[in-house]
């Protein structure tokens, strides 16, 4: 189970990376905020209980499908 200190800390060491990779996917710096945003607190809500060891998987798993979400509501 991740403390919540690791918690915090994986959302920091990839904070600035999702972004980037988020804002790249779907050029909107502002969508892209929220994703990673919404990405970060469903990771924190559902999954704070999972291995420290599984949050990178997880985090990308859940930021893949926000981005894909996003741009099947933009249809």
């Not at 985090?59 to 893949?64: A, K, N």
């Amino acid at each position: 189970m991740a403390t919540d200190k690791e918690l915090s800390d994986f959302l920091k060491s990839v904070e600035r990376r999702a972004f980037k990779r988020t804002a790249y996917a779907v050029r909107d710096d502002d969508a892209a905020l929220d994703i990673v945003q919404d990405s970060m607190i469903r990771l924190a809500e559902k999954y704070s209980d999972r291995p420290a060891a599984e949050l990178p998987l997880l985090f990308q798993r859940i930021l893949s499908n926000a981005t894909m979400d996003w741009f099947r509501r933009q249809r």
